[in-house]
């Protein structure tokens, strides 16, 4: 179904005037700057013009199911959520925009007894930005099982996850073999108003759009002598956005990891070791700069 109905065209902004991101784990990978992050909010974006209201009378039905049975659920007015703050809509002179709703990470899981998850309704699409450095800090090894849980049924909750990354394989192998969609974008441009605003502005994104899951489906398949062709396992496409996406998002929005504690040092500076050979110049040289800083990475 999804080869055959969705992401067939050019442009992707096409395919979700019709249909809204199917349930699914998404993985945006791409270099530093090549436009992962634009990339998502325009898509969220999108989604949001065309689908929100769906999303919504979706939810709530579920929510009056259950509400029914002595729940007393409710709502928020949508349901996209992100780690990183993006604006849905473009901010508008004298008002403000739609936004995102925070995800928490340390609280991202299905539901368990070793710590307490944040609840997504039915339907909701989740943004992880900068997965892959999130996924390596410690918390990993003590969430990965529920964060595993929740994604590899995140369809049954009719859920849309969305981790970006800069190297793929930096993932988990885990993870890597739910991904049901992985969008590499290979390049991104700005297009400014010109000719008194007759050519309107634009921003464009090129990419190689993939399906790892069912890939390694096939590769199983073919392990037992099954030939299964598949339509579309991967192509080259792009996504035009009217208008300038980079005032939904800040690009900079990592900054307050670089500061936290900067109050009580400030900000400290050393002079470089002279390249004294005497015994003791070695030992300050090797003090100022030691190898040593590296033996925690594992290979």
Request: hydrophobic share 35%; charged share 20%; with cysteine.
């Amino acid at each position: 179904m999804r080869a055959n109905k969705l992401y067939t065209h050019n442009n992707f902004e096409i395919e979700l005037k019709d249909f809204r991101l199917e349930p699914g784990f998404y993985v945006v990978a791409g270099q530093q700057g090549a436009g992962k992050t634009s990339f998502v909010t325009a898509l969220l974006s999108l989604d949001y013009k065309y689908h929100a209201e769906e999303r919504i009378r979706i939810a709530q039905a579920r929510v009056n199911q259950l509400n029914h049975l002595g729940y007393k659920l409710m709502l928020p007015e949508h349901i996209y959520f992100s780690n990183i703050e993006l604006s849905l809509t473009k901010p508008l002179a004298n008002s403000g925009a739609v936004k995102t709703y925070c995800v928490t990470v340390d609280r991202f899981g299905l539901p368990n007894d070793d710590y307490p998850v944040q609840y997504f309704p039915i339907g909701s699409v989740v943004y992880i930005s900068e997965a892959d450095v999130w996924l390596y800090t410690s918390q990993w090894q003590k969430v990965s099982t529920y964060i595993w849980n929740l994604i590899k049924y995140c369809r049954h909750n009719m859920m849309t996850i969305i981790f970006d990354v800069q190297v793929f394989d930096r993932l988990p192998i885990q993870l890597r073999k739910l991904c049901t969609d992985l969008i590499y974008i290979t390049e991104s441009f700005y297009r400014p108003k010109r000719f008194f605003g007759l050519i309107k502005q634009r921003t464009h994104w090129s990419y190689n759009w993939s399906h790892p899951q069912l890939f390694a489906a096939m590769s199983e398949l073919a392990k037992i002598g099954a030939n299964v062709p598949v339509k579309e396992m991967s192509f080259n496409g792009g996504m035009t956005y009217k208008g300038s996406i980079y005032q939904q998002y800040d690009s900079y929005s990592g900054e307050m990891y670089f500061l936290n504690g900067i109050e009580n040092v400030g900000y400290t500076i050393q002079s470089h070791p002279s390249k004294n050979f005497s015994p003791e110049g070695i030992k300050a040289y090797c003090d100022t700069l030691p190898l040593t800083s590296m033996t925690n990475e594992k290979d």
